[in-house]
């Protein structure tokens, strides 16, 4: 009779132990790989969430500098319109004496157009009896005074003289170093004609 021939001795388990480490490697590869994967795809989450993150950024970034900008421009849109639509003279001046800018009353009152007055200097323009109040302004420039008032006539542009009440001050840069001088500019004529009509009246009736 044959007799079937025996395999290796612990052939069958050998087999078998060499079977269930092929399965443990091929799922702790497929472990490796799903832990890979969800790396991989945590990161390119990441990436995502950054980029989109940096793009909120810019699009705040270009927003507020928008609003920024508006608020800049309704500012100046402010100032323009408090500057141009005043009903007093109001004009800038630098250190020198010579006006920078003014606004329209300021040119109804002395006769001249802005173009004309940004070529003048407060000397020239003030009555010659006047001019003795001019060292108040350069005390203003001197830091000497923050501000004053006072009553001077100025040189129309036709050569008569215009009664004024004058209210400097200084004003200063974001760093706070002066940077020109404001002077608010009343015409006050009427005034000073009726104090006139009513002193002659008083001398008359003496």
């Known amino acids: 009779a044959n007799v079937p021939l025996a395999g290796p001795p612990g052939g069958t388990q050998a087999g078998r132990a060499g079977g269930e480490l092929a399965l443990g490697l091929f799922a702790m590869s497929g472990v490796f790989i799903g832990c890979l994967g969800e790396s991989l795809h945590r990161a390119r989450r990441s990436r995502l969430a950054d980029r989109q993150g940096r793009a909120d950024q810019a699009s705040y970034d270009v927003e507020e500098r928008e609003r920024s900008e508006a608020a800049l421009r309704e500012s100046e849109e402010r100032f323009r319109g408090t500057f141009e639509n005043a009903g007093v003279g109001i004009g800038h001046f630098d ?100 104090e006139a009509e009513l002193r002659q009246a008083k001398e008359a009736a003496e």
């Open 95 to 194: 250190f020198e004496g010579r006006w920078l800018r003014v606004n329209q009353r300021q040119c109804d009152i002395l006769g001249y157009t802005r173009e004309e007055i940004v070529r003048k200097s407060i000397q020239e323009l003030t009555y010659p009896d006047d001019r003795a109040s001019i060292e108040r302004f350069h005390q203003l420039t001197r830091g000497e005074v923050p501000g004053y008032s006072l009553e001077k006539r100025y040189i129309r542009k036709d050569g008569t003289p215009v009664w004024t009440h004058i209210t400097t001050s200084l004003q200063r840069d974001a760093a706070g170093t002066p940077a020109y001088v404001i002077a608010v500019v009343q015409d006050v004529s009427e005034r000073k004609r009726l």
